[in-house]
């Protein structure tokens, strides 16, 4: 058995799923438009950049939804997912995972996108393990603004994998090879972690690295 494991934002979809959910914020009234959007787009940067503080971003970004009703909340993420990302969904990049389990392998997503925008794009692409940032909760359900526990962000997605995998009374050794795919710099501690590192739809900076250490790369869609 192999494990595969998947970037999300930029390597199966293309585009960032955070960025956007903010942006559909905006579109749906929930925020102030002008304001709103150029935070946003000032967090994507440093993101892009590799010098994103996670801890002020998840407080930013839910702060559009947190303190409505989680109903409403709920309501808007199903229409999320049926205007802005079911239209991106790339049939290369589902037949990517698709073949992977029919192979018979071990494949989780592992994002630095939250927990509440990503589980339903994992569930479209039929991926049940989803290692994201988990958000904390009060006592009555509601999102802090706060995450728990180590945020799947560069070296935290490492420490996330071998967790999970320690959970499962399994370590990176138990697997014929271990994939991992992804787009971004920020991804380089996995990368450079597994048995075969796939720059995928890769920035300039990815590409630059992976045809210096002679990683395969593919391109599935693309990107902006």
């Given at each position: 058995?192999?494990?595969?494991?998947?970037?999300?934002?930029?390597?199966?979809?293309?585009?960032?799923?955070?960025?956007?959910?903010?942006?559909?914020?905006?579109?749906?009234?929930?925020?102030?438009?002008?304001?709103?959007?150029?935070?946003?787009?000032?967090?994507?940067?440093?993101?892009?950049?590799?010098?994103?503080?996670?801890?002020?971003?998840?407080?930013?970004?839910?702060?559009?939804?947190?303190?409505?009703?989680?109903?409403?909340?709920?309501?808007?993420?199903?229409?999320?997912?049926?205007?802005?990302?079911?239209?991106?969904?790339?049939?290369?990049?589902?037949?990517?995972?698709?073949?992977h389990f029919e192979a018979g392998d071990l494949v989780a997503i592992v994002t630095a996108t939250n927990e509440f925008v990503t589980r339903p794009i994992a569930s479209a692409f039929g991926v049940e393990q989803l290692l994201a940032v988990d958000l904390e909760r009060d006592d009555n359900g509601r999102v802090t603004g706060r995450s728990t526990g180590v945020p799947t962000f560069r070296e935290g997605k490492v420490t996330r994998v071998e967790a999970w995998l320690a959970a499962q009374g399994r370590q990176w050794a138990d697997f014929d090879d271990v994939l991992f795919y992804s787009d971004s710099t920020n991804d380089l501690p996995l990368l450079e972690r597994v048995r075969t590192p796939i720059a995928t739809n890769p920035t300039p900076a990815l590409e630059a690295i992976a045809r210096e250490r002679g990683w395969r790369i593919i391109k599935l869609f693309d990107t902006p």
């Open positions: 058995m192999k494990l595969a494991l998947f970037d999300l934002d930029g390597t199966l979809l293309p585009t960032d799923s955070d960025h956007a959910f903010g942006e559909f914020m905006v579109e749906i009234g929930w925020v102030d438009g002008a304001a709103w959007r150029a935070r946003n787009d000032t967090f994507y940067a440093h993101y892009q950049a590799g010098t994103l503080n996670l801890a002020e971003y998840l407080d930013f970004a839910t702060s559009a939804w947190r303190d409505r009703p989680l109903e409403e909340a709920e309501a808007a993420r199903q229409r999320f997912m049926r205007e802005v990302i079911e239209p991106r969904l790339h049939d290369q990049a589902r037949a990517l995972v698709a073949g």
